[in-house]
T-cell receptor, first 113, second 112 residues
């Protein structure tokens, strides 16, 4: 089941904040966040395991609400380099010891000067 | 190498032809994944290898798709009798101890 992301697209001015949401209809083991710039490969941002943790590095952080099967990515004081498409990916379990990530349709974020 | 390497970067083929897409993962990465990414969409899981063992091929669309990783390093995704609906970006990803995925630049396949 593909996770649903919102919004589909957002335009920010430099310095503004943004929140990208990811929700699933099924119980989750983990949520992954990737950013993909135009014409490039997706790049890993962070992974959150069930337990309601919040993670972050620099001005990008994320939370995972296991009970609501939702995750949110927070971008603070956005920079031009934050532009790209953000994908959340979800795992319902890891019985085989490997990641089987189902990615959402993405949120296109554009930061303008 | 420094990253996941895929070749060719672009592949244009005629309907009905077979194609082979190559992936050279990051040295030491045991886990190798193949994904397919349609334009404007997120990557879609195809198959997973642990060393040379194909442990999950549940995402392969049909029996025209196959993959191998005979020596636990380089992997090949083969599509037989290509169809126009096979046109997409095919991405390989590798990981160490199933941590974050490192994606390759992909092979853009166009079936005419």
């Amino acid at each position: 089941q593909q996770p649903v992301q919102s919004p589909q697209a957002v335009i920010l001015r430099e310095g503004e904040d943004a929140v990208i949401n990811c929700s699933s209809s099924k119980a989750l083991y983990s949520v992954h966040w990737y950013r993909q710039k135009h014409g490039e490969a997706p790049v890993f941002l962070m992974i959150l395991l069930k337990g309601g943790e919040q993670k972050g590095h620099d001005k990008i952080s994320a939370s995972f609400n296991e009970k609501k099967q939702q995750s949110s990515l927070y971008l603070t004081a956005s920079q031009l380099s934050y532009s790209g498409t953000y994908f959340c990916g979800t795992e319902q379990g890891r019985s085989g010891g490997y990641q089987k990530v189902t990615f959402g349709t993405g949120t296109k974020l554009q930061v303008i000067p | 190498g420094a990253g996941v390497s895929q070749s060719p970067r672009y592949k244009v083929t005629k309907r009905g032809q077979d194609v082979a897409l190559r992936c050279d993962p990051i040295s030491g990465h045991v886990s190798l994944y193949w994904y397919r990414q349609a334009l404007g969409q997120g990557p879609e899981f195809l198959t997973y290898f642990n060393y040379e063992a194909q442990q999950d091929k549940s995402g392969l669309p049909n029996d025209r798709f196959s993959a191998e990783r005979p020596e636990g390093s380089i992997s090949t995704l083969t599509i037989q009798r290509t169809e126009q609906r096979d046109s997409a970006m095919y991405r390989c990803a590798s990981s160490f101890q199933n941590q974050k995925l490192f994606f390759g630049s992909g092979t853009q396949l166009s079936v005419l």
